[in-house]
């Protein structure tokens, strides 16, 4: 594969709905101490300096530089064009796209997503780890197992996110008698 220049590091894309950008930015300190900073790793809003032009930073530097992308998938973020859309410009360019799942299933969360690309659950630990290290292999980072285990202080952030993230909220459903 080949990778953007930006820094000569690869750059991944971190797609979120906003309610849920805590989970964006988990993600994005896991992934910086496992590449041990060989990666740039890109949240927008959090990560687009104030002043700068939004959208400029975020589509033209940034998302069309992207070398992957990690979108996080919820019943929030199901709703956003912005997830579907920046996932599919990075699939288009790459293919590199490393969906996690998080209080909705992949066939909840439903196409075209879930038709091009395998997810994993965010709140399993082993599909966590294994998300980042196939993004590792597709960028050609190397990894240790050492480095796909959390940390203490990741594993209280980790059980505070899912405490509240994961509560599964099913659709609606309207009886007509």
């Not at 002043?51 to 930073?57: N, W």
């Not at 038709?115 to 399993?124: A, D, P």
């Not at 597709?138 to 952030?157: A, C, G, H, M, P």
Request: glycine share 2%.
């Amino acid at each position: 594969m080949k990778k953007t220049i930006m820094n000569n590091k690869p750059f991944v894309f971190i797609s979120y709905a906003g309610e849920e950008i805590d989970l964006a930015d988990f993600v994005k300190k896991i992934l910086l101490r496992v590449l041990e900073n060989t990666t740039e790793v890109f949240i927008a809003k959090r990560d687009i300096a104030s002043g700068e032009d939004s959208l400029k930073t975020m589509l033209t530097e940034k998302l069309l530089k992207a070398d992957a992308i990690i979108p996080i998938c919820s019943y929030k973020s199901k709703k956003t064009q912005w997830l579907w859309w920046e996932s599919a410009s990075v699939w288009a360019k790459t293919g590199n796209v490393h969906p996690l799942f998080t209080n909705i299933s992949p066939n909840e969360f439903g196409p075209p997503l879930t038709l091009v690309v395998q997810g994993k659950e965010y709140f399993i630990e082993e599909d966590f780890f294994d998300t980042i290290k196939t993004l590792c292999e597709n960028l050609k980072i190397s990894t240790t197992r050492s480095q796909l285990e959390f940390t203490d202080k990741e594993v209280e952030n980790y059980a505070e996110l899912k405490k509240a993230h994961s509560e599964h909220i099913p659709p609606a459903h309207i009886n007509i008698a």
